[in-house]
T-cell receptor, first 109, second 111 residues
């Protein structure tokens, strides 16, 4: 099974700070890299995704950075807010999603 | 915005009993999935379904599991003889293009 390795497992960031979550993948055939956000008791919701033909994608406060040669991609949350407190999963696409182990993000005032 | 719905939201069953989890996909989506998430763990792929047949399944999806689209709208996951370790959140997901959209999940508790 293709592995998707995610770090850190948990992250505490002060309100207004930058949250950074990293993901590494193995299969160079992957062509789509999503990040999902999950609140307790809810299903994962697509947050942002990138294709490997670009190195960065920004949507509001959320940015994906993609490093094809290193087979890594990361999620940056700028100006982190308490409402961003959730578990974040990277995943490998798209026919079936292989999820990373998740990062529990807590934003403190 | 169209969404995936799942019923029931919570199902409690005794070990050895059969359960059926139901999903209503987004109407124009053609690819359907079931995933599960054991409490505190990552989301794991179970099975994908396209054109009325299974297109891929994981090693978790053994003979006690089955899926079907009985009436062209619902998409169901059946667990024939539940075990304690089947206790988890079960998520249905659907897609048309690249993005998968997840339902809110069914919490299955096997006692």
């Amino acid at each position: 099974q293709q592995q998707v390795k995610q770090s850190p497992q948990s992250l505490i960031v002060q309100k207004g700070g930058i949250s950074i979550i990293n993901c590494a993948y193995e299969n160079t055939a992957f062509d789509y890299f999503p990040w999902y956000q999950q609140f307790p008791g809810k299903g994962p919701a697509l947050l942002i995704a990138i294709r490997p033909d670009v190195s960065e994608k920004k949507e509001g406060r959320f940015t994906i950075s993609f490093n094809k040669s290193a087979k890594q991609f990361s999620l940056h949350i700028m100006d982190s807010q308490p409402g961003d407190s959730a578990t974040y999963f990277c995943a490998a696409p798209p026919r079936k999603l292989t999820f990373g182990t998740g990062t529990r993000l807590t934003i403190i005032p | 915005e169209p969404e995936v719905t799942q019923t029931p939201s919570h199902q409690v069953t005794q070990m050895g009993q059969e359960v059926i989890l139901r999903c209503v996909p987004i109407s124009n989506h053609l690819y359907f999935y079931w995933y599960r998430q054991i409490l505190g763990q990552k989301v794991e792929f179970l099975v994908s379904f396209y054109n009325n047949e299974i297109s891929e399944k994981s090693e978790i999806f053994d003979d006690q599991f089955s899926v079907e689209r009985p009436d062209g709208s619902n998409f169901t996951l059946k667990i024939r003889s539940t075990k304690l370790e089947d206790s988890a959140m079960y998520f249905c997901a659907t897609r048309q293009g690249t993005e998968q959209y997840f339902g809110p999940g069914t919490r299955l508790t096997v006692t």
